[in-house]
């Protein structure tokens, strides 16, 4: 087997995350102030795939390939690959075939993030050589997803979103595939969203008697097309920081496994991990509870913050209440004061939502 390229999916207009995706691209929204994507990337590296394809979007495609480079710091080799459209998965493997050539390859949702990596299921791949390896999770709702029918280890029929789900193991967004691939995709015509599918491709696949293999996500996986979602992977990862307090603490209380980088600075306030804050913070007289994430250069002030994500350059002074479960998009300014009369006053976004509780 020659040797594996990865592709990643960076495209789409992340809509269920705006208006923070107005702005920026959801697979560069942070989860403990690291990129979703940069996840993806290192997953793929760790299992020895170091020649990556990035399919980007015009929208969005400039930031991605301006915060992740040439790979080199990731010791990684990429590739850059435009989708004109948003068509659908099989679509982007098409529009990838130039890069990818004749070698089997590793596709990977650029918005997921696997606790474990890929490493076994790279390795599996390269072990028993099926023309199709995919990765299944077990979920509540399989109606929602695209569900897995299995024999063994085999898949016998996939699944679009079924009314009565034959199983409750749900596609990941992760997906090895042989060259067969291509001939697959191409004789797809659109579903009827629009788009080719991935899973139309790999029923063909099934059909053709070709082998179709799967594998158990070992340890958690998330999807972060959703707030609720991006904070629960935001919970996760904190679960697994180390203790690092570089930054200057001034009468303050930094408590558990708490990541304050150098740069940062905290006075007269209580940090209660797991969170991390990020080098230029400046955190005074205020609460940083478990489950935050504060990005570079915010500033909090007398507030009390917890299971949120910051992004950079954000201010929050004085609210008044705890804020929790919050994501903040980079530069918004949050304040509160108590001249009369009591007002309220925003500057929203599209698709913004405030609850006042």
């Not at 913050?305 to 530069?331: F, P």
């Amino acid at each position: 087997m020659s040797d594996l390229k990865g592709l990643i999916l960076s495209g789409g207009a992340g809509t269920r995350l705006r208006p923070i995706t107005h702005t920026s691209a959801k697979q560069l929204v942070p989860v403990a102030n690291k990129p979703v994507l940069f996840f993806g990337i290192e997953a793929l590296v760790d299992a020895g795939v170091k020649e990556i394809g990035i399919v980007i979007a015009p929208e969005t495609g400039d930031e991605i390939v301006e915060s992740v480079g040439d790979g080199s710091a990731f010791g990684a080799k990429i590739t850059y690959i435009l989708q004109d459209e948003p068509a659908g998965l099989a679509h982007a493997v098409l529009t990838a075939r130039d890069f990818l050539g004749d070698s089997p390859f590793v596709m990977y949702l650029g918005d997921n993030l696997l606790r474990n990596g890929i490493s076994s299921l790279v390795d599996s791949f390269r072990q028993n050589r099926p023309d199709a390896l995919v990765l299944l999770t077990r979920v509540a709702d399989p109606s929602a997803y695209g569900v897995a029918e299995l024999d063994g280890d085999h898949i016998v029929r996939l699944i679009e979103k079924p009314e009565n789900p034959p199983s409750d193991l749900a596609l990941v967004g992760v997906y090895l595939f042989s060259p067969l691939i291509f001939d697959a995709a191409a004789r797809l015509e659109p579903s009827w969203r629009g788009e080719l599918e991935i899973t139309e491709a790999i029923q063909t696949l099934i059909d053709e008697d070709r082998v179709v293999q799967s594998e158990i996500v070992n340890g958690w996986w998330k999807d972060t097309g959703q707030l609720a979602d991006m904070l629960d992977a935001n919970r996760l990862v904190l679960e697994e920081v180390t203790r690092s307090v570089d930054g200057q603490i001034e009468d303050s209380v930094v408590e558990g496994r708490v990541v304050v980088e150098e740069g940062a600075v905290v006075k007269g306030s209580t940090i209660r991990g797991p969170a991390v804050i990020a080098s230029g913070a400046v955190i005074e007289d205020a609460f940083i509870g478990p489950y935050t994430s504060i990005g570079a250069d915010v500033t909090v002030r007398r507030s009390e913050v917890e299971h949120s994500i910051i992004l950079a350059g954000c201010v929050v002074e004085q609210l008044g209440a705890r804020m929790e479960a919050s994501l903040l998009g980079r530069n918004v300014k949050l304040t509160r004061n108590d001249r009369l009369p009591k007002t309220m006053r925003f500057m929203l976004g599209d698709n913004s939502e405030v609850e006042m509780t």
